[in-house]
């Protein structure tokens, strides 16, 4: 098989969830796959972290843009490779392309209301582009990968799709995500002390900042302990205005925000801290949940959407919609040390159950599947 796959924005140096989805999925087919040939297709950027390998070829091409890389730019690369399957990894793929597709729908939350909260221009126009171009190209996937079973079911429903051409591979974790007892060297650079709490909101609403910021004051005023809250790149301007509208002052001089935080640094960050809130009101799959159970931290998460499949019925799941649920958990962990002890090992084993290789060898069975059905 001639397998392209596009990967566009792999090279850029902050990357985000669909980025680190693709690029370990395409390091574990170059290890388990030496038969079948792969095209990656991907924009020029600084971290060069996929090389060529006998049957994997990197093929930089175009710009930054996505809506004409993936529309013009990505398409005319495909066939001048000779691709016989092309595998788009974010949501959205050519219009006009006719090379066989298979599309990973991380989620459908364009097709839901949009909250008009949410002021960030980026996360409107690529809700709006997806809006546009998903309806108009899932006639031509062979098949559309997502990433829980519940966001398969909301996509059978609200698509009416037939069962066959939706199929459900979960995601995994990075190997190196596990407990680093000697993690001052690398924490320190955004905390001063191990033991705070660890948040990655942001302003998209979904991540149920506001909220979980609220509870962070409810539990300030409850805790002995009173922890630092560590939160990764988050607007300044956005948080003040939260504080101001909801009069939650006490959390001001609490709060750390470092910005961005490198992928390979997470580990240590996790592992120093005493809890990881994960209270979002909607994901599709939730890699973090996974990256800080592996670290052996303990986690607050939501009781929605696919998050009590990926944590599993043991884990802490919260009404996410209730402040006061969130900071009740967070004082049980502090003062009940056998149930700490208990979600640090629960964390550990559940993590175990997930991995990219098993996601890898899943892609890789379906590529083969969908080749031979063409074939016919």
Request: proline content about 5%; some cysteine; charged content about 25%.
């Amino acid at each position: 098989m001639r397998i392209g796959i596009e990967a566009q924005r792999i090279f850029r140096k902050n990357k985000h969830g669909m980025d680190y989805v693709v690029l370990q999925e395409i390091i574990e087919l170059q290890k388990i796959d030496q038969k079948n040939e792969y095209f990656i297709f991907v924009a020029p950027g600084p971290d060069r972290c996929l090389h060529d390998t006998r049957n994997v070829h990197v093929i930089e091409t175009g710009g930054s843009f996505y809506p004409s890389w993936e529309q013009v730019i990505l398409p005319r690369a495909a066939h001048e490779a000779g691709v016989e399957l092309l595998h788009c990894t974010s949501n959205t793929a050519p219009v006009r392309c006719d090379i066989p597709l298979i599309l990973t729908l991380h989620d459908i939350i364009f097709m839901e209301p949009r909250d008009k909260r949410n002021k960030s221009l980026y996360q409107n126009l690529g809700w709006l582009y997806r809006r546009v171009v998903v309806p108009r190209i899932l006639k031509k996937c062979q098949r559309i990968i997502t990433v829980s079973e519940f966001e398969r079911d909301n996509i059978l429903k609200k698509l009416s799709l037939p069962e066959k051409q939706v199929v459900m591979i979960y995601n995994g974790y990075n190997d190196w995500f596990r407990p680093m007892e000697d993690s001052a060297c690398v924490f320190a650079k955004y905390m001063d002390e191990r033991g705070y709490l660890f948040f990655l909101g942001n302003t998209d609403p979904k991540k149920n900042t506001e909220r979980t910021l609220i509870a962070y004051s409810k539990y300030l005023e409850c805790s002995r302990v009173k922890r630092k809250l560590l939160m990764a790149d988050l607007d300044r301007q956005y948080l003040e205005d939260i504080i101001k509208r909801n009069q939650i002052e006490n959390i001001r001089r609490n709060i750390v925000m470092p910005g961005y935080i490198v992928n390979t640094d997470l580990p240590y960050v996790y592992s120093a801290a005493f809890a990881f809130l994960y209270t979002s009101l909607r994901e599709s799959f939730g890699i973090p949940l996974l990256e800080a159970m592996a670290c052996g931290t303990p986690v607050i998460t939501s009781n929605t959407s696919s998050m009590p499949e990926i944590g599993g019925p043991e884990a802490i799941l919260v009404n996410p919609e209730r402040a006061d649920d969130i900071c009740e958990q967070l004082i049980r962990l502090e003062e009940d040390a056998d149930f700490y002890q208990w979600q640090m090992e629960m964390g550990l084993r559940r993590s175990k159950l997930f991995s990219w290789k098993y996601t890898a060898e899943q892609l890789l069975s379906l590529y083969e599947t969908v080749y031979h059905e063409l074939r016919r």
